[in-house]
């Protein structure tokens, strides 16, 4: 099975910026669309943000938009979420999330193949 494993989460001041690390391993990277959920309190966990292998497609949720930047590196097998200008509002614990062409692939509306932990993202006020 794929693994995910996620870095980067912590504690941020309002404005702020953090950048998060996703390693993937167990499945050629190239056959992978890289995303990232959030789930806040209470909250269902939503989507924000993917990219596909060769970064041709990339779709951001509306609350991230101009804010966040997904990439990736292909050759070190790992996505990345940059976030910044930070808000009380993106406190949430952050997934790597990844779909495998083999089961069908990326779109919007579909869940994720396979998760990482979760990394906890705090921002204060």
């Known amino acids: 099975q794929v693994q995910l494993v996620e870095s980067g989460g912590g504690l941020v001041q309002t404005g702020g910026s953090l950048r998060l690390s996703c390693a993937a391993s167990?499945?050629?990277?190239?056959?992978?669309?890289m995303g990232w959920f959030r789930q806040a309190p209470g909250k269902d966990r939503e989507f924000v943000a993917a990219?596909?292998?060769?970064?041709?497609?990339?779709d951001y949720a509306d609350s991230v938009e101009g804010r966040f930047t997904i990439s990736r590196d292909n050759a070190r097998n790992s996505a990345y979420l940059q976030m910044n200008s930070l808000n009380p509002e993106d406190t949430a614990i952050y997934y790597c999330?990844?779909?495998?062409?083999?089961?069908?692939?990326?779109?919007?509306?579909?869940?994720?193949?396979?998760w990482g932990q979760g990394t906890q993202v705090t921002v204060s006020s």
């Open positions: 999330a990844a779909y495998d062409a083999l089961r069908g692939g990326y779109s919007r509306g579909r869940q994720a193949d396979y």
């Open positions: 990219q596909t292998w060769s970064s041709t497609t990339t």
């Open positions: 167990g499945r050629i990277f190239r056959w992978l669309t």
